[in-house]
Each structure stands twice: as structure tokens, then as C-alpha cells.
């Protein structure tokens, strides 16, 4: 299994920043994609932002300018890293990983785990 935690999120006044992390572990074999997404009350899961292994970024309009997202191969680990933050980017946030895992039977297995959320709050 692969396993991702996120840390970072909480309240914030309108105008400030937060950085958020995930960090994947477990029997990973390579990963190809790490990405945020959130998710507002009565609305769907949006994405936010992804990175690819090959270093291609991809960013929900309404972040554009005001969220980097980046990762540190090393710890398998992503960052979102959030300015000028909105009233309107209240939600959960979910951090996303897809790639190759180690089977406990041997061999290799796709996978596209998520996190368990970590709520963002800009609010005065």
C-alpha cells in the first residue's frame, strides 16, 4: 500500500498564505504524478494543481499566479504553496499521487491513492 499525509492547512485571513505538504510512503516503486485537489461543501472535488515526473504543471485557472506547486523527489513529498488566499479557496484539500507500487506478492502494480484531506480556512 501507499500511504500520503497532508499537513499544512488550517485558518487564515483573506490576503494570506499557507504551504501545504504531503508526504507518500509505503512500497513505492516510482511515482508519476503528484497533485492537489479540493473540495468546497456541496461541491465536487476540482483539481488544483498537478506535476508530473517530467516536470509538466498543470494549474486550475481560478490558482493561477497565486499557487506553486512543487515536489521534492527525495521524500516523496508535494507542496502547495498558497498566497493571496480567498474566501472562495475555503475547502478540503486532498493531495493525489499515482504511479507503481511493489506488490507484497512481487511484481509491480499501478496505483492512484489519495490523502485524507486537510481543511483550508480564509475567512476574517
Known amino acids: 500500500q501507499v500511504q500520503l499525509v497532508e499537513s499544512g492547512g488550517g485558518l487564515v485571513q483573506p490576503g494570506g498564505s499557507l504551504r501545504l505538504s504531503c508526504a507518500a510512503s509505503?512500497?513505492?516503486?516510482?511515482?508519476?504524478?503528484m497533485g492537489w485537489y479540493r473540495q468546497a461543501p456541496g461541491k465536487e472535488r476540482e483539481l488544483v494543481a498537478t506535476d508530473t515526473s517530467g516536470g509538466n504543471t498543470v494549474y486550475a485557472d481560478s490558482v493561477k499566479g497565486r499557487f506553486t506547486i512543487s515536489r521534492d523527489n527525495a521524500k516523496n513529498t508535494v507542496y502547495l504553496q498558497m498566497n493571496s488566499l480567498k474566501p472562495e479557496d475555503t475547502a478540503v484539500y486532498y493531495c493525489?499521487?499515482?504511479?507503481?507500487?511493489?506488490?507484497?506478492?512481487?511484481?509491480?502494480?499501478?496505483?492512484?491513492?489519495w490523502g485524507q484531506g486537510t481543511q483550508v480556512t480564509v475567512s476574517s
Open positions: 493525489n499521487a499515482q504511479g507503481l507500487r511493489w506488490r507484497a506478492a512481487g511484481g509491480l502494480q499501478a496505483y492512484d491513492g
Open positions: 509505503g512500497r513505492i516503486f516510482s511515482i508519476d504524478a
